[in-house]
Each structure stands twice: as structure tokens, then as C-alpha cells.
């Protein structure tokens, strides 16, 4: 892992109060970087590091130190996504349910696949490899669904030209032949 998120920069203000009597052992810098690899800093991944722990955690710890909120949405995703397994829950000395997860074979290489992405983002722009060329196709493209028809076009009769003078009279508005 390339990229080390430095705990302090995201988790200063959250590091400064914590308790290890409330919070339990802060997450290691490791895995607060894989609990990034999976969405954006902050409460969701916290309370995700917290979860990776050797430890696991507790709803009331996550509460704490989540400013009061829990923060199971991200955790459950991650697992329905089979990018985490939940380690069975047990019952914690003051009778608290402890949870605990741990990185499946896809989320390693869902970890892999993005330390992958941010170390070519790292890369001058001469640098970067090539993205997989497009093969060129001779057959044309077919267009989708039912083919419509264009309406015909109406044929219009040519109007007769008249070769002696018009005029049209001022009452009627009537055309009056001078012949």
C-alpha cells in the first residue's frame, strides 16, 4: 500500500479525545488505509477500522467515537458487496455484542486494484501505460429496434400558368379575365 493515509490529517480532532476505556485501541494506520480503499474518509470508515480490529467493536464504541451516531450503513454494504465477511458476533464482558469483519478474497483485490489506480494517478502523464487499444470493426453498426419507415413525400401538381393578364375586381375580389 503506496499511498499511507496519515491517521492524524483525517482523525485528528476524533484522536485527540479518544479513550481507550470508551473507544477501545485505536485503529492502526493500515487499516484505517483499507477502510479508505473502500469510500472516503471519515465516520463510515472509521467505525469500518474499528471493526477490522484484532477486537472488533461495539455499537457503544462506534457511538462514541462517531459523535453519537452509528455508522453501520457503509459496514453492511461492504459485506453484501462480499468485499468483507462479519466474523461471528459474540458477547463482550459487559454484555455488549461485539462486531468484527474481515477482508475477503475480493476485497483484497478490490484494495489491490485501487492502490494499483493511485500509484499510476502518482505517475508523470509521459509515464502512465497505455490504455488497451480499440479493435477496429469492418461490419457496420446495426441500429436497435423495430426499423420506421420515413412517410412519403405528398407530390404536388405543378400550378398552370395563364398567359393572358389577370385582374381582380376591387368589390368582389373576384378574378376577371381581360380577354
Known amino acids: 500500500?503506496?499511498?499511507?493515509?496519515?491517521?492524524?490529517?483525517?482523525?485528528?480532532e476524533a484522536f485527540k479525545v479518544w479513550s481507550v476505556k470508551t473507544h477501545g485501541p485505536k485503529p492502526t494506520a493500515d487499516l484505517l488505509e483499507k477502510a479508505h480503499a473502500f469510500g472516503r474518509p471519515g465516520k463510515q470508515s472509521l467505525a469500518l477500522a474499528m471493526a477490522m480490529r484484532d477486537c472488533g467493536v461495539t455499537g457503544q464504541q462506534v457511538m462514541f467515537a462517531c459523535d453519537g451516531k452509528p455508522q453501520n450503513n457503509h459496514r453492511v454494504g461492504l459485506i453484501k458487496a462480499k468485499l468483507l465477511k462479519r466474523v461471528e458476533p459474540f458477547q463482550a464482558a459487559d454484555g455488549h455484542t461485539v462486531y468484527k469483519v474481515e477482508l475477503t478474497a475480493l476485497g483484497?483485490?478490490?484494495?489491490?486494484?485501487?492502490?494499483?489506480?493511485?500509484?499510476?494517478?502518482?505517475l508523470p502523464e509521459g509515464d502512465k501505460p497505455k490504455g488497451k487499444a480499440k479493435k477496429a470493426t469492418s461490419k457496420p453498426r446495426k441500429a436497435k429496434g423495430k426499423a420506421v419507415e420515413a412517410p412519403e413525400?405528398?407530390?404536388?401538381?405543378p400550378v398552370?400558368?395563364?398567359d393572358a393578364p389577370v385582374t381582380v375586381d376591387a368589390v368582389t375580389d373576384q378574378h376577371v379575365d381581360a380577354t
Open 153 to 157: 413525400a405528398e407530390t404536388v401538381e
Open 160 to 162: 398552370p400558368v395563364i
Open 1 to 12: 500500500m503506496s499511498n499511507a493515509i496519515k491517521a492524524s490529517d483525517w482523525y485528528g
Open 108 to 122: 483484497v483485490k478490490r484494495i489491490e486494484q485501487r492502490a494499483a489506480a493511485a500509484a499510476d494517478a502518482a
